[in-house]
């Protein structure tokens, strides 16, 4: 259980909803990892907690040996279609980022875009994606920061379902010090950027429906809660929406940071 009040790290809460609707929103995040990991023909490239496979389509577009592995079969069916509608070479399996299959430096790069981040066994996770790199491959990561808009958001999911207020423990992924001491003792460099992304919405009643709907942790926080209860937090992040809103004309456009990494295997 996390500052969301949910457990982001079990499979059942992003089978819920439909995670494809909500990743289909920044496939260019994952197209701007694998530009910033310096992705290269013929590279071995995992993607973990692929999703509906964002970045590993992205990966195999720059015509590299690409792998994707999440634990939602529902989310690989999903990747597996684009893959196919796209004619692009993916392999998607079944895995848990904390106890992958790979032996040990069986991949040049490693990725993951808001994927990796909700494992629950953080320490575990980062020692995985080390050891199935290669020594000088590469670790590139997307995670939402824990005071953008996206971490801000998990924060006040969690203050209506558990009253928890602290961060959200997945975010930290999102901070420099944090991957510091997950990846730094292992790797020769790490280069970190803070990123924005941009959600736009017809308008925040459009944001705060698309969410609920779509995206698992909203959708077992709205379930766990009672109508009046789900009622409250609807007003709330209504509100949120709409003061961090920097649209001109009624629509809804939210700028949310995340942390772009890589990280080069000592």
């Given at each position: 259980m996390d500052g969301t009040g949910v457990d982001t790290g079990d499979g059942a809460t992003w089978a819920s909803g439909d995670y494809g609707r909500v990743g289909n929103l920044w496939p260019l995040i994952g197209e701007l990892l694998c530009e910033a990991a310096a992705i290269r023909p013929g590279e071995r490239v995992l993607d973990v907690a692929t999703g509906t496979g964002n970045t590993a389509l992205a990966a195999a577009r720059r015509f590299a040996t690409v792998t994707g592995v999440d634990y939602v079969p529902e989310l690989l069916e999903h990747a597996t279609a684009r893959a196919a509608a796209e004619g692009l070479p993916v392999s998607f399996e079944t895995g848990d980022a904390e106890r992958m299959r790979f032996?040990?430096?069986?991949?040049?790069?490693?990725?993951?875009?808001?994927?990796?981040q909700y494992v629950p066994d953080q320490d575990r996770a980062a020692a995985e994606l080390l050891r199935v790199v290669r020594p000088g491959g590469r670790i590139a990561l997307a995670s939402w920061s824990p005071d953008g808009f996206l971490g801000e958001l998990l924060r006040l999911v969690g203050a209506h379902t558990s009253g928890h207020t602290g961060p959200a423990a997945p975010t930290g992924w999102g901070t420099e010090d944090h991957l510091e001491k997950l990846l730094g003792p292992h790797?020769?460099?790490l280069t970190c950027t803070e990123r924005r992304w941009l959600f736009r919405f017809p308008g925040p009643d459009a944001f705060v429906s698309y969410f609920r709907a779509y995206f698992g942790p909203l959708t077992l926080a709205y379930e766990a809660l009672s109508p009046s209860a789900g009622d409250g937090l609807t007003t709330d992040l209504v509100r949120y929406v709409t003061e961090h809103d920097q649209a001109p004309d009624g629509t809804v456009e939210v700028p949310s940071t995340y942390l772009q990494a890589v990280a080069v295997k000592a």
């Open positions: 032996a040990d430096a069986s991949f040049d790069v490693a990725v993951s875009t808001f994927g990796v790797v020769s460099a």
